[in-house]
């Protein structure tokens, strides 16, 4: 059974970038679209980018001239999210498309939570 | 862009029926799924492509979607479906759009 596991840094200075990696075990990346998304404290779901194994990428266009995902391993992509400021603490959760469109998200890493603060 | 509208509360007597709803233009004509928050854990799929319901997930979840309004509804509701709930859908983009979310509170 597939299991995702978000990790990166804790704390994150404001204007410096954001790095999180999604390591997928049980499985690859290959042959699945894979998400990132984030919720920030009271707040609500936020979608921030996806991307295909092979590369295909889209991004949240409130976020996108921020925000890059990439593929890293065979089991590995990350996040990077630049100039952040305190709006961008949440937790953030990676997570793997379905097959079947429309897609929907199953299953979902356990999230990291992310704080900007000096 | 889409945009979809929950209710930001809902609350249900134990063992009565919850109905979250879900509005947006049209939805009838995309297919919406629902996720299923507690507090300090990950986001979980309950209903996918309007009513279906994913392996693991109760008989007591079921969806439906028609017109300008999709709707999850929970029977015999009890206290451990206290939790937050989320719809989404695709837009047009290849964005994905998730409502507001609502904090279910079973009584």
């Known amino acids: 059974q597939v299991q995702l596991q978000e990790s990166g840094p804790g704390l994150v200075k404001p204007s410096e970038t954001l790095s999180l990696t999604c390591t997928v075990s049980g499985g690859s990346i290959t042959s699945y679209y894979w998400s990132w998304f984030r919720r920030p404290p009271g707040k609500g779901l936020e979608w921030i980018a996806y991307?295909?194994?092979?590369?295909?990428t889209n991004y949240n266009p409130s976020l996108k001239s921020r925000v890059t995902i990439s593929v890293d391993t065979s089991n590995q992509f990350s996040l990077r999210l630049s100039s952040v400021t305190a709006a961008d603490t949440a937790v953030y959760y990676c997570?793997?498309?379905?097959?079947?469109?429309?897609?929907?998200?199953?299953?979902w890493g356990q999230g990291t939570l992310v704080t900007v603060s000096t | 862009s889409y945009e979809l509208t929950q209710p930001l509360s809902v609350s249900v007597a134990l063992g009565q029926t919850a109905r979250i709803t879900c509005g947006g233009n049209?939805?009838?004509?995309?297919?919406v799924h629902w996720y299923q928050q507690k507090p300090g854990q990950a986001p979980v799929l309950v209903i996918y492509?309007?009513?279906n319901r994913p392996s693991g997930i109760p008989e007591r979840f079921s969806g439906s979607n028609s017109g300008n309004t999709a709707t999850l509804t929970i029977s015999r509701a009890q206290a451990g479906d206290e939790a937050d709930y989320y719809c989404?859908?695709?837009?047009?983009?290849?964005?994905?759009?998730f409502g507001g979310g609502t904090k279910l509170t079973v009584l």
């Open positions: 989404q859908v695709w837009d047009s983009s290849s964005t994905v759009v």
């Open positions: 049209n939805i009838g004509n995309k297919n």
């Open positions: 492509r309007d009513s």
């Open positions: 997570a793997r498309h379905s097959h079947d469109n429309p897609n929907w998200f199953d299953p």
């Open positions: 991307i295909y194994y092979s590369g295909n």
